[in-house]
């Protein structure tokens, strides 16, 4: 079996990652969504273990030395980190995961040179636009959204560091996208280290 693949996403808060993310899950077989640590306070309607695990600083601290995490960062005031034993399970399984991490993650994860690690990055159509989707989203108080913009135009800087820059304008369009990288992606058979090579003989190709 081969090692699932490694699937970066980062984009401005707000630009529409995890509608997407969802829209993916639910459309394509093998693939799963890390679920990061973080220490901000849960949203209404966000379940512990199923969109973070919500952790105090103390426990998220402890996690940071026992090198728990792949990438950790500090996200508009709050810590966010990737399990390292949590992914190596699931592509160990030959499940593909998808780390929706920001642009600081990111850069750790392609810094340490990453094993066959898909870098995507999600761009709203503008700051206008983002600046609509945040408020109404509904979900974070006025200063919140003022950071997040802030944060947005620095984020924007690194797009260009990405395998590949979606543009998130129409939802479907965004989303059947991401779906053709990923089908691709899995084409490359040799690109994974523990990639296995085809069994000819099991095909019926073997020379006689
Ligand atoms: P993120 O996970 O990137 O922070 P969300 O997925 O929560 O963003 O999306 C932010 C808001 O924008 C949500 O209310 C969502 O329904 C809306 N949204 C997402 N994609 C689009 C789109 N293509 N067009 C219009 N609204 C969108
Ligand atoms: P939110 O609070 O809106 O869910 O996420 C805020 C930001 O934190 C997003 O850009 C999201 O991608 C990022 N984030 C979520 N989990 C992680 C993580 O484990 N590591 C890093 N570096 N960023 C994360």
């Known amino acids: 079996m081969n090692r699932g693949n490694l699937f970066v996403i980062s984009a401005p808060s707000g630009a529409g990652k995890s509608t997407i993310l969802k829209k993916l899950l639910t459309s394509l077989p093998n693939l799963a969504f890390s679920v990061s640590h973080t220490t901000r306070a849960p949203r209404p309607g966000e379940s512990n273990g199923r969109e973070y695990h919500f952790v105090d600083r103390a426990a998220f601290e402890k996690m940071r030395e026992n090198q728990a995490f792949l990438e950790w960062a500090e996200v508009h005031g709050n810590l966010y980190g990737t399990s390292r034993k949590a992914i190596e399970d699931q592509q160990a399984k030959g499940i593909d995961v998808f780390l929706d991490i920001d642009v600081q993650g990111a850069r ?101």
């Not at 979900?139 to 944060?151: A, G, K, M, S, Y």
Request: charge should be negative; charged fraction near 35%; hydrophobic fraction near 35%.
């Open 108 to 208: 750790q994860l392609r810094d340490s040179g990453h094993p066959g690690a898909v870098f995507l990055f999600i761009a709203p159509p503008s700051l206008d636009e983002l600046e609509k989707r945040l408020r109404g989203r509904g979900t974070d108080p006025e200063e919140t959204v003022q950071l997040r913009l802030n944060n947005a135009r620095r984020e924007m800087e690194d797009a260009d560091r990405y395998d590949y820059l979606v543009i998130n304008d129409r939802l479907d369009e965004a989303v059947e996208i991401l779906r053709s990288v990923i089908i691709a992606e899995r084409c490359k058979a040799r690109r994974n280290p523990a990639g296995q090579p085809l069994d000819l003989t099991a095909l019926g190709f073997t020379a006689q």
